[in-house]
């Protein structure tokens, strides 16, 4: 990987936001647009799927968690093999292919007649959005100035966090007022946009690095050979706080696959289209803050209050009876696992061997996609039994979890490894 530390002589360091090179520029802006369209298509249908299933095929709780579990296993995928793959085949093209698959899959939903077609779908659709989003994401590396990737990658940040108030709040508004119909066309029609937008995007050096890159793979190939190992795929410094974040992920899935149905059992629709509003929103405010805090005073002084204010949520969230209880949960999720997260993916940064931050950061939404992915068809499976109220408690013990889980794995070492992490 390229050395992107950068030299300043001594007394020269000018601020980089007035006079370094420029970060907004034409090709920034629209792969962040792009990105931006991808998740909220995405997010459309993600809040809406366990609804489409349960009245369109008549499907159990658990078959709709399903739904939700095959489209973030077939990401999870594809995130794997477009890290691996997209310098081979061309970053703008992996790009290009991931986005016609993701809208040739949302048309496909109109043609899918019965649960295992529309699991197909579910899979090839959510490995079209793996795709995209993971190669939106590393062109964008390719496109900040290394002078201001700090700020440039806050600032595309942004794009996620933006789609994922605006897509669930229009999707549970949509999929009352126009049906998964409705939903579908307005994902088709975003896609497109996405599509079109990505003619006007100019990659660079995508044809080089491709080329160099198949070069390299077939000297290593005819001149070593050698199995894969585990160490290839994940990264062992990543996989403690990685572990965690499995567990975590399992929490946070039971939010979005099932807040839906919840809250329409237990008339609360009408506040629960501003629920995820209010989640985004708190996770937005409070970042600065809790990323100072993680720089000044270690990890633990964030992580700790984010588990407590995690489960908090999911209690509130499954004791709601009015609206204003069902908000409070979602601005108790924003700030508990907005906060777990940005502080997790920190810490694997700041604990990443030189060389290792891409496999690093893999780890660790490998395994939180992972957790997200599988535990909606088997909490889902426990909505007979438990309810929706029940199934939010069962998720509470499990991020409660995770509090002795990170202390064994990492808490109780941070003092040992402080002077160590100091140097990333």
């Not at 590393?138 to 600032?155: C, D, F, N, S």
């Not at 939010?392 to 202390?407: E, N, T």
């Amino acid at each position: 990987m390229r050395d992107m530390r950068i030299k300043v002589p001594a007394g020269s360091i000018k601020s980089s936001a007035v006079d370094g090179p420029k970060l907004w520029t034409k090709d920034f802006t629209v792969d962040a647009l792009v990105n931006f369209l991808v998740y909220f298509a995405h997010y459309l249908v993600l809040v809406t799927i366990a609804v489409y299933v349960m009245e369109r095929f008549g499907g159990s709780a658990g078959e709709a968690g399903l739904a939700y579990g095959v489209y973030i296993i077939g990401g999870l995928f594809a995130r794997l093999l477009t890290g691996n793959r997209i310098d081979h085949i061309g970053r703008k093209r992996t790009l290009v292919a991931g986005l016609v698959l993701f809208l040739a899959a949302t048309f496909s939903y109109f043609i899918a007649d019965s649960i295992p077609a529309l699991m197909l779908v579910r899979l090839l659709h959510g490995f079209g959005w793996g795709v995209a989003a993971t190669s939106t994401g590393i062109i964008v590396a390719h496109l900040i100035p290394a002078e201001r990737v700090g700020e440039g990658t806050g600032y595309y940040a942004l794009s996620v966090t933006l789609a994922s108030a605006v897509g669930p709040l229009l999707g549970m508004m949509m999929i009352v007022s126009a049906g998964f119909t409705g939903v579908l066309v307005l994902s088709s029609v975003l896609a497109t946009f996405a599509l079109v937008a990505v003619c006007f995007l100019k990659v660079p050096e995508a044809a080089r690095l491709a080329k160099s890159a198949r070069s390299a793979a077939k000297i290593a190939t005819t001149t070593r050979p050698r199995r894969p190992r585990a160490s290839a795929f994940f990264e062992p410094s990543a996989l403690p706080i990685s572990i965690v974040s499995f567990f975590a992920g399992i929490g946070v899935a039971s939010v979005f696959s099932f807040l839906t149905p919840y809250v329409q059992s237990i008339d609360l629709a009408s506040a629960g289209e501003f629920f995820f509003m209010v989640y985004a929103a708190a996770m937005v405010a409070t970042r600065p803050m809790t990323g100072r805090l993680f720089d000044l005073k270690g990890e633990n002084i964030v992580m700790y209050p984010s588990f407590a204010l995690f489960v908090l949520g999911l209690v509130v969230l499954a004791l709601a009876g009015d609206g204003f209880m069902l908000l409070l949960a979602g601005a108790l999720l924003g700030v508990g696992y907005g906060t777990f997260v940005s502080s997790s993916q920190a810490l694997v940064v700041k604990r990443a061997p030189a060389g290792h931050l891409g496999l690093a950061t893999s780890t660790f939404f490998a395994l939180i996609d992972f957790g997200s992915g599988i535990s909606p068809s088997i909490l889902g499976l426990l909505v007979p039994f438990a309810g929706y109220r029940g199934l939010y408690l069962i998720s509470a013990a499990i991020v409660l979890a995770c509090i002795p889980l990170y202390y064994l794995l990492h808490g109780r070492k941070v003092q040992a490894a402080r002077p160590e992490l100091r140097r990333y």
